[in-house]
Nanobody
Framework: QVQLVESGGGLVQAGGSLTLSCTASGESFSTNPGGWYRQAPGKQRELVAEFTSRGTMNFVNFGDFVQGRFTVSRDNGKNTVDLQMNSLRPEDTGVYYC????????????WGQGTQVTVSS
């Protein structure tokens, strides 16, 4: 059974920083695409940053809004993916979800419970 547990959300002033961490059990971030999505009130869930691969190449996809403010890191030994968010803006407010997908004929998507990030102006 795959479980994703997030931590690190909270309230921060605009311009501040937060680090979110996601720990996986049951599957590995080292062999499956995984990262972070977010959902603001009244909006659809969107990609923040996610490790993925194509053939033997590994790379990270970022949402267009990131604009160099966020970095994502993966610790294969701890099976964690961390999201470091800098220069936060009020529009970054939302629930941030950890995500892992097991690719196959029918991809299996797993989500954490979500962690709230609130950026005050």
């Amino acid at each position: 059974q795959v479980q994703l547990v997030e931590s690190g959300g909270g309230l921060v002033q605009a311009g501040g920083s937060l680090t979110l961490s996601c720990t996986a059990s049951g599957e590995s971030f080292s062999t499956n695409p995984g990262g972070w999505y977010r959902q603001a009130p009244g909006k659809q869930r969107e990609l923040v940053a996610e490790f993925t691969s194509r053939g033997t190449m590994n790379f990270v996809n970022f949402g267009d809004f990131v604009q160099g403010r966020f970095t994502v890191s993966r610790d294969n030994g701890k099976n964690t993916v961390d999201l470091q968010m800098n220069s936060l803006r009020p529009e970054d407010t939302g629930v941030y979800y950890c995500h892992l997908v097991i690719n196959g004929s029918t991809p299996l998507h797993y989500w954490g419970q979500g962690t709230q990030v609130t950026v005050s102006s």
